[in-house]
């Protein structure tokens, strides 16, 4: 949309819970249909079985602590708002300004303890990647310890380093550990 000389661009950045491989061990997702227009019901209704970690989701601290916040019980602050996208390799090398507290990393390498520290210490309350993981069980553990929420299985091959504004909250599952996100980026350009 225009406003004022500028346009929107907007960026999926989103994995399709389908096309997305599945975590190790995880199941397999299904579409079941419970009522179609084909077999003669009135409207078509289905039922989707799938673990909440499939394509691109949001993990919460109860993901690896019973006493952590769930998804709906986590600030929609962490997932609507400024963000800063960067390939993963070039964390050490950033300058980051403002108050942004959104980190999206491109790339394919997982997130160690030291980077996470240095994440956390450039004070981002919110950090997502590409991967199917952001890292091992102790990168997952330090993160969700401090509140930090996780983004997983983000497509950001269309989305350039820089700042956006995004909007991926969580689906507001009560009580869950986890849950999908239809992500987006948003940037104005003239």
């Known amino acids: 949309p225009r406003k004022e000389g500028l346009c929107m ?21 299904e579409l079941l249909k419970i009522a179609s227009l084909d077999e003669g019901d009135a409207f078509n ?17 109860k993901h690896y602590f019973n006493s952590g916040a769930s998804v709906d019980e986590l600030p929609l602050e962490k997932f609507i708002g400024k963000c800063f996208v960067v390939n993963g390799e070039n964390i050490s090398r950033m300058n980051f300004s403002g108050n942004i507290k959104i980190l999206l990393l ?18 981002f309350t919110t950090i997502g990647t590409e991967l199917d993981t952001i890292g091992d069980n102790e990168v997952h553990s330090f993160l969700l310890e401090r509140n930090t929420a996780i983004i997983e299985n983000l497509d950001l091959s269309g989305a350039e380093e820089g700042e956006y504004f995004i909007f991926a909250p969580p689906v507001k599952v009560e009580g869950s550990e986890g849950s999908f996100t239809r992500a987006v980026l948003l940037k104005d350009y003239l």
């Open 9 to 29: 661009k907007i960026i999926d950045i989103s994995k399709g819970i389908f096309s997305t491989p599945v975590y190790p061990g995880d199941p397999e997702p």
């Open 45 to 61: 209704l289905s039922v989707l079985k799938a673990s909440l970690h499939t394509g691109t989701h949001i993990d919460s601290p």
């Open 106 to 123: 491109k790339g394919k390498k997982e997130t160690s303890i030291d980077t996470a520290e240095k994440i956390i210490s450039k004070g």
